[in-house]
């Protein structure tokens, strides 16, 4: 789930504890822990509403004046439904974040990266893509998606999606434009050189 900009420092300050989201279907669970840039947060509730059911208390909490303002702001399908979702922000290292710092690989270490890239590269309709991908983030850290996705002559949809993959490996870090490889993700690609 992604958290817009304008609405992390109140995360981070703990006034913000609520977002409205048009989906057709649920984004997000309640109890599982998802990023909003710099911090992370806990969802407690995810309940679908209609836009009467939200209140002035509903609209504040989402870091908006009032409920018209919320749902003049809304994006999303036409035909999607409304859920209102509560959250707290949490203290601590994401996990993710904690493996992504970890720069202390051994044989045993690349060996286990190793698999999980082959068999991402062995599910994708495409081929192998993750030794380019990684090469060419490492190669051209901060540079829009966009851009990286036509070095290797892919859509940026898919190569988006394909990053996202690497990520959670703990291999590569987003940044406000493009990616960079983590330190994990650098120790593993030294050691592979």
């Known amino acids: 789930m992604l958290f817009e900009r304008r609405l992390r420092e109140g995360i981070a300050d703990g006034s913000i504890t609520a977002a409205v989201r048009r989906w057709r279907r649920p984004q997000v669970v309640a109890g599982r822990h998802y990023r909003t840039g710099n911090d992370i947060v806990e969802m407690s509730t995810v309940e679908q509403v209609a836009p009467g059911d939200l209140t002035a208390d509903d609209a504040r909490s989402a870091g908006y004046p009032d409920v018209a303002t919320l749902l003049a702001d809304l994006s999303g399908p036409p035909d999607g ?113």
């Open 81 to 193: 439904q409304l859920y209102l979702l509560r959250f707290h922000r949490i203290d601590g290292t994401h996990p993710r974040d904690a493996l992504a710092a970890d720069d202390h690989l051994d044989a045993a270490g690349v060996a286990a990266i190793d698999q999980r890239l082959a068999r991402l590269d062995h599910a994708s309709p495409r081929g192998p893509w993750t030794a380019a991908a990684l090469g060419v983030i490492a190669d051209h850290p901060g540079v829009r998606a966009a851009d990286l996705a036509a070095m290797l002559s892919r859509d940026t949809a898919s190569f988006k999606i394909d990053v996202r993959k690497l990520k959670a490996l703990g291999l590569t870090e987003s940044l406000e434009i493009g990616y960079r490889l983590s330190p994990r993700g650098a120790a593993y690609m030294n050691y592979r050189r």
